[in-house]
């Protein structure tokens, strides 16, 4: 079945950097587009970022547009997220989640905590 471990996360200072990484199994990985989610509290879920499976295609919230940097490795299955200047709103847990066109796979992992605070 369709596995997603993400990890990277902790507490960072505003204007810190933060690298994310999710570790998928149970599917085609170089099929699959992969985004990036996030849930701040209190708050609904929201796609942060998106790589097709080549990933020579990228978007963006426009929020994280030149700050955040969506990658991925398949032959290690691992897609990753760059995370430069951080802001206390960036305050969320982070999610990955594959997408073949609109059609996702698998339920939500347990994601990794970001936490931007002085």
């Known amino acids: 079945q369709v596995q997603l471990v993400e990890s990277g996360g902790g507490l960072v200072q505003p204007g810190g950097s933060l690298r994310l990484s999710c570790v998928a199994s149970?599917?085609?990985?170089?099929?699959?587009?992969m985004r990036w989610y996030r849930q701040a509290p209190g708050k609904e879920r929201e796609l942060v970022a998106a790589?097709?499976?080549?990933?020579?295609?990228?978007a963006y919230t426009d929020p994280v547009k030149g700050r955040f940097i969506i990658s991925r490795d398949n032959a290690k299955k691992t897609v990753y997220l760059q995370m430069n200047s951080l802001k206390p709103e960036d305050t969320a847990v982070y999610y990955c989640?594959?997408?073949?066109?609109?059609?996702?796979?698998?339920?939500w992992g347990q994601g990794t905590q970001v936490t931007v605070s002085s």
């Open positions: 989640k594959p997408f073949f066109g609109q059609i996702t796979l698998g339920n």
């Open positions: 149970g599917f085609i990985f170089s099929s699959a587009a």
């Open positions: 790589v097709a499976g080549t990933g020579g295609s990228t």
